[in-house]
């Protein structure tokens, strides 16, 4: 009996065309590892090198019926390019091939529907997919019923494809209103933190660089940390306790990729404030993988388009537990190497992550007069105790207080600690 649930893995080709960029190796790995994510089973890889690529059909004409011949022979349900097509090429692509056609971007914003589970996360990717995919309806009328299933169609924008562009704009305009408000919700968030002086360390960093298993190791949060690129959309929020006693708010980001499509940037503005409004950043990167230089300097360009360049930054290499000769881990500046797998070097990570806080409370031994009784509450609120007791002279008490109430009190702290 077949299952009606059992959605039927697509076959895919890749094609790109290499202008001579460094990365474009690297590129066209990482589309073969979202297609992965996406479901796709890559039957085929064609490349080009061309200065530039064509106008018309983004890939030269003998290279294209090379494609179609490959289409025919290996039943082909999808084509994949690793740039970002225009209207026209997407058109022209998609009657000479008579197949689906999606490029780097679309395919991206596919796996964020998958992975969009709260409400706010669906907004973004809708709006991403709607003001992707708006200006590429033009001439394609008769073709929409084709995006009704498949890689690149899924999210809760496809049915809105169906609707004139007049709709669309609605639409989008609803979404950002909606989003509006949630970035409203967030910044009143962010101020109820602030007002109660918890510091906010936000994990970013590339894609599958181990930022969810990290967020686990230090907070047991449950996350999904899965070997797939980007299996974490929505951003989560959990209480961290540092070595010193301080309480910080952790909080996982939406992982980077070259080439992040500008949509998204936009459209996720809100969540990526989590990073830019974060008193420190921590910029985990897979220290096993060849690209891992270049990884960091992609989250790095992008957390400057952010605004965060004069924020403490932080930078984690993930994943040492996966490599033999320690040699051979990239030599990336001051960095603090672990395995979040494993839980080695997790204790460096806290420490550094003191270190970069500006100090707003300090550690006493103090005796306090019984008529100064009253000022234990305000240090367990802004504070910690760790140790109280009463004695004949007053109580005695080890703690965390904050600097301004330690001023006050410092007749009763003993200076010898």
């Known amino acids: 009996m077949i299952n009606i649930n059992e959605i039927k893995t697509e076959k895919a080709i890749l094609a790109a065309v290499f202008t001579g960029d460094k990365d474009d190796e690297a590129s066209l790995e990482e589309l073969r590892e979202l297609s992965f994510t996406a479901g796709a089973e890559v039957i085929a890889v064609v490349t080009q090198n061309r200065q530039t690529p064509d106008n018309a059909l983004y890939i030269g004409l003998g290279k294209l019926n090379e494609i179609k011949q490959l289409i025919e022979t290996q039943e082909a349900d999808l084509l994949i390019f690793d740039g970002e097509l225009t209207p026209i090429q997407l058109r022209n692509l998609e009657k000479q091939t008579n197949i689906r056609v999606i490029d780097r971007t679309m395919l991206i914003l596919d796996i964020f529907a998958m992975r969009a589970k709260s409400n706010e996360g669906k907004l973004q990717v809708e709006l991403a997919q709607l003001q992707y995919m708006l200006p590429r309806l033009i001439g394609r009328g008769n073709d929409l019923s084709r995006l009704g299933g498949g890689i690149g169609t899924r999210g809760p924008g496809e049915s809105k494809l169906e609707s004139d562009k007049r709709h669309i704009r609605r639409r989008i305009d609803s979404l950002k209103r909606q989003l509006m408000e949630v970035q409203h919700r967030r910044e009143s968030m962010r101020k109820r933190r602030k007002k109660n002086g918890i510091p906010v360390i936000a994990l970013v960093g590339y894609t599958n660089a181990g930022k969810s298993t990290l967020m686990n190791t230090l907070t047991n949060a ?182 301004s109430l330690a001023d006050k009190l410092k007749d009763y702290i003993d200076r010898k600690m």
């Open 222 to 403: 449950g996350v999904l940390a899965e070997d797939k690129l980007f299996a974490t959309l929505d951003p989560t929020a959990r209480a961290l306790n540092l070595p010193d006693g301080r309480k910080v708010i952790l909080i996982d980001t939406v992982g980077f990729i070259r080439r992040l499509p500008h949509n998204l940037i936009d459209a996720f503005k809100s969540t990526l404030e989590e990073a830019a409004q974060a008193d420190v950043i921590l910029n985990i990167c897979d220290g096993s993988s060849e690209q891992a230089v270049e990884h960091l300097k992609v989250t790095q360009q992008l957390l400057e388009d952010l605004g965060c360049k004069d924020k403490p930054i932080i930078n984690i290499i993930n994943k040492c537990d996966l490599i033999n000769n320690f040699d051979d881990i990239p030599v990336i500046g001051k960095a603090v190497y672990i395995s979040a797998l494993e839980g080695k070097g997790i204790d460096k990570v806290l420490n550094a992550i003191a270190s970069a806080l500006t100090p707003t409370q300090i550690k006493v031994n103090m005796i306090l007069p019984f008529d100064k009784s009253g000022y234990t509450a305000k240090i367990r609120e802004n504070g910690v105790i760790f140790d109280e007791k009463y004695t004949d002279k007053g109580i005695e008490l080890s703690g965390l207080i904050d600097i």
